[in-house]
């Protein structure tokens, strides 16, 4: 072991000390959650060592834990927690329909027009169906490839997150779902060209994150996604955009971003409203094999797929809350402090890359300058990321262990600022034991530019005066029921 790493496992043992010694009560929590829930934990995103905070209340854009002490959450829950911990109109919402009843044993005003919201927003929707989380919705939306397709092969893409059993971060895990899936590199464009061509008779579907976010906010290439949509045409083959965290980039997603529209695409997260969610949908010809109208109709069952909380705080959110104007603040908001944030570890010659788009940045602890795949982060250096995560504790901003972010409404430019300049201060007082960056003569990732003229409301062979009225319509005999 060098004097530089032996410099910094000292460092790191005596933050993990600190945090140790000032959260004696999430300790205890911990350990009694041992007692009945594997490593005392539910959902593996959130453990991290010695032992994760355990959190008690929010509102705004704050969070205290058990301890006590309280944190600016740049954690966002994910990308879920959009609207912050306490927004009054979807509080409001969700009251209503608590006071409506809940478990009504059948459909609810509401999810029409959420499925109306959704369809309205995003260019590759013409129907949509609900689904309770994000990996179901992608679970779905493969099926459906499946079956309308014939074959059985799926693309998936090395280094990408589709759901809890869709994983496949360093190649995939032992409990994935059992498709069988091919695997891509991540905008390699002409090797994945040449795999699309070579598989082009199984291959049912294309199944891609156009910004891949479990390894930290590396977008696509732009011209990676055009290749992806002009192949797939080719070979007839299905082409999924997973935006359960991208949709959030844009009033019409990553897709109204790069301008280019998929076949079918995944929703979840944010879009209920800080409830559980997920949604898949697509062309029309796609999504009209669940008719059930139909003869030999494909059955979609959930229980909570339209639960009237979520199906009322999602109309709340995406009705009321999240405007276009609000939306574009916050992504811009996002740019600004990811640039910030490079420029401070340009400035103090450290090994640290700030990637993403909008709201949504990831951090990277590498020498390289260019992160375009999972293969420019083979010398990454996980305890930086550890030591970054427990020092921003201590100056009261709470991110993600692996190194993530996701800004929330609730967050503005003096919490941006402030930890902005934490992590000046981390850069400075850490510098000893924080590597330097390689110069490799690559440039960084630029994020496509936003397409104007996308955003658009989009019902095929539907004149939307007339949709507009049927809404009105349907709004007052909604509210004359309730």
Do not use: W
Request: charge should be negative; hydrophobic fraction near 40%.
């Amino acid at each position: 072991m060098s004097s530089d790493d032996i410099e910094l496992e000292h460092a790191l043992d005596a933050a993990r000390r600190r945090y140790i010694q000032a959260h004696p009560v999430s300790l205890e929590s911990a350990e009694l959650a041992a007692s009945f829930m594997p490593g005392g934990n539910t959902r593996t995103v959130l453990f991290h060592e010695p032992f994760p905070l355990r959190i008690v209340s929010g509102e705004g854009c704050r969070i205290r834990d058990a301890d006590g002490f309280g944190y600016v959450n740049l954690l966002g829950e994910y990308t879920a927690g959009l609207f912050g911990h306490s927004n009054p109109v979807i509080r409001d919402a969700v009251m209503q329909a608590l006071d409506n009843g809940v478990n009504l044993s059948g459909h609810c005003p509401d999810e029409v027009l959420l499925a109306e919201l959704v369809c309205n927003r995003f260019p590759a929707i013409d129907k949509v169906r609900f689904t309770n989380s994000g990996t179901e919705a992608n679970l779905l939306a493969i099926a459906t490839a499946i079956h309308s397709t014939g074959k059985q092969r799926v693309l998936v893409f090395n280094g990408s997150y589709h759901g809890g059993l869709l994983y496949f971060v360093n190649g995939g895990m032992p409990i994935n779902a059992p498709y069988d899936f091919l695997l891509g590199n991540y905008n390699e464009i002409e090797s994945t060209r040449a795999l699309i061509r070579r598989h082009a008779h199984e291959l049912a579907c294309i199944l891609v994150e156009p910004m891949q976010g479990a390894l930290g906010c590396i977008p696509a290439l732009p011209g990676f996604l055009e290749m992806l949509r002009s192949e797939s045409r080719k070979a007839r083959v299905v082409l999924v955009f997973d935006e359960v965290m991208t949709s959030r980039l844009s009033e019409s997603g990553a897709q109204g971003i790069y301008g280019i529209t998929p076949d079918m695409c995944t929703l979840g997260k944010y879009l209920g409203g800080g409830l559980t969610f997920g949604a898949f949908g697509g062309e029309s010809e796609l999504m009209e094999l669940y008719d059930p109208h139909r003869p030999g109709s494909l059955p979609h069952a959930g229980t909570f797929n339209n639960n009237s909380l979520t199906m009322a705080a999602g109309v709340a959110a995406l009705g009321q809350v999240l405007t276009a104007e609000r939306l574009d603040s916050l992504n811009g908001l996002g740019d600004s402090m990811r640039d910030e944030l490079n420029g401070i570890a340009v400035r103090h010659e450290i090994a640290v890359r700030f990637t993403g788009m909008g709201s949504l940045i990831g951090i990277h602890a590498t020498s390289s300058r260019s992160i375009d795949s999972c293969r420019d982060l083979v010398d990454r250096d996980d305890r930086v990321l550890e030591l970054l995560f427990l020092d921003m504790l201590e100056c009261g901003y709470y991110l993600a262990r692996r190194g993530f972010i996701a800004l929330m409404l609730t967050i503005g430019r003096s919490e941006v600022d402030g930890f902005v300049e934490s992590f000046e201060r981390f850069a400075g007082n850490r510098k000893s034991v924080l590597k330097k960056p390689v110069a490799d003569g690559r440039s960084a990732i630029a994020p496509p530019r936003p397409c104007l003229g996308i955003h658009r409301a989009r019902v095929p062979g539907t004149d939307r005066e007339q949709r507009d009225r049927r809404h009105a319509r349907y709004c007052r005999h909604k509210s004359r029921d309730s």
